[in-house]
């Protein structure tokens, strides 16, 4: 299960990268394949994870809630982990500001805007996620409703990522609705799956 989770992972953060970016991908269709290149989007992969995880549950006849409370606090510290491997690299970085708590890239390998003082958008979310682990964490150990976890990391994330999504640089050319992103229309709707599941047990 392990391995396929990392497989779907993968594979579904790359498509929706490339979805997202189809101009750039149709002049090199063969770019879609260099992985060390970067584009990989947290969302695509959650998404193509959740359908693996729920084919596997009906197979297996285990409760997905239960599964659920047992994944999400990795998955919150392995997102933390990987939005600094994020601001390492330059990308999903923010808009320019002039805060005192402000970086500025200067590596011509980066993936950022060079030279400019930028809200550090990737910390942001791994402070975010490094929080969610922590309470998921510590919660994890004491009796709590099945799918509570579940939910809480839904709920949370949803809000943390539709926030900081209105500070980052780099997502101009994805707003298409309303003047949102796409990963803040799915964090609408995994807000409502959250809220769902809470009223649901309830």
């Known amino acids: 299960m392990f391995i396929c989770i990392i497989v779907f ?24 394949f260099k992985l ?23 197979i297996k006849k285990i409760s997905i809630l239960k599964l659920g409370d047992f994944f999400v606090p990795s998955l919150a510290l392995g997102h933390a982990i990987g939005r600094i491997g994020c601001f390492f690299a330059g990308c999903c970085y923010g808009k320019e500001t002039d805060v005192a708590w402000s970086v500025v890239f200067r590596d011509k390998n980066s993936s950022a805007v ?27 150990k004491k009796e709590h409703e099945k799918g509570f976890l579940v939910s809480f990391y839904f709920i949370s994330y949803a809000v ?36 769902s599941i809470t009223c649901r047990k309830k």
Request: proline letters at 2%; one cysteine or more.
């Open 36 to 58: 060390w290149e970067g584009g990989l989007i947290y969302y695509g992969g959650f998404i193509s994870v959740t359908i693996f995880m729920l084919m596997y549950v009906r």
């Open 114 to 140: 060079l030279n400019v003082h930028l809200h550090p958008t990737q910390l942001y979310e791994a402070l975010g996620n490094f929080l969610i682990f922590f309470f998921l964490y510590f919660y994890s």
């Open 160 to 195: 943390l990522r539709f926030i900081v999504e209105f500070f980052r640089g780099d997502l101009d050319r994805w707003r298409q609705c309303v003047g949102l992103s796409i990963s803040q229309i799915l964090s609408l709707i995994l807000f409502i799956i959250g809220v």
């Open 9 to 32: 992972g993968i594979i579904g953060a790359r498509l929706l990268f490339v979805f997202l970016n189809l101009k750039d991908f149709a002049l090199d269709p063969m770019s879609v």
